[in-house]
């Protein structure tokens, strides 16, 4: 059984910053993709951040320029800087990550972390 658990969000004024971790653990062979999603009420799940195991990374649009996704193969652990958070980054944001368990291959989501950014 592989586990993802997010942590660092919290509330937050507006052009401030947070840091997102997500730690993934259990009987885990390797990680490929890891990435952030986000959903805000009443709107779909969108995808914020991407990386590969060899560092690849992809932002959506809206936040490029403003959050820096990394991570830590070592640790299986995946960071999500935010900087200069706007309203409209309130969200849940989930940890995603394409798992090589020693069972199978599969994507692993974590509970969710809430944002909040205050004007």
């Known amino acids: 059984q592989v586990r993802l658990v997010e942590s660092g969000g919290g509330l937050v004024q507006a052009g401030g910053s947070l840091r997102l971790s997500c730690a993934a653990s259990g009987r885990i062979f390797s990680i490929n993709a890891m990435a952030w999603y986000r959903q805000a009420p009443t709107k779909q799940r969108e995808l914020v951040a991407a990386?590969?195991?060899?560092?690849?990374?992809n932002y959506a649009g809206s936040v490029k320029g403003r959050f820096t996704i990394s991570r830590d193969n070592a640790n299986n652990t995946v960071y999500l800087q935010m900087n200069s958070l706007k309203p409209e980054d309130t969200a849940v944001y989930y940890c995603n990550a394409d798992v090589h368990s020693f069972v199978d291959r599969r994507e692993y989501w974590g509970q969710g972390t809430q944002v909040t950014v205050s004007s």
């Open positions: 990386i590969t195991r060899g560092g690849t990374t």
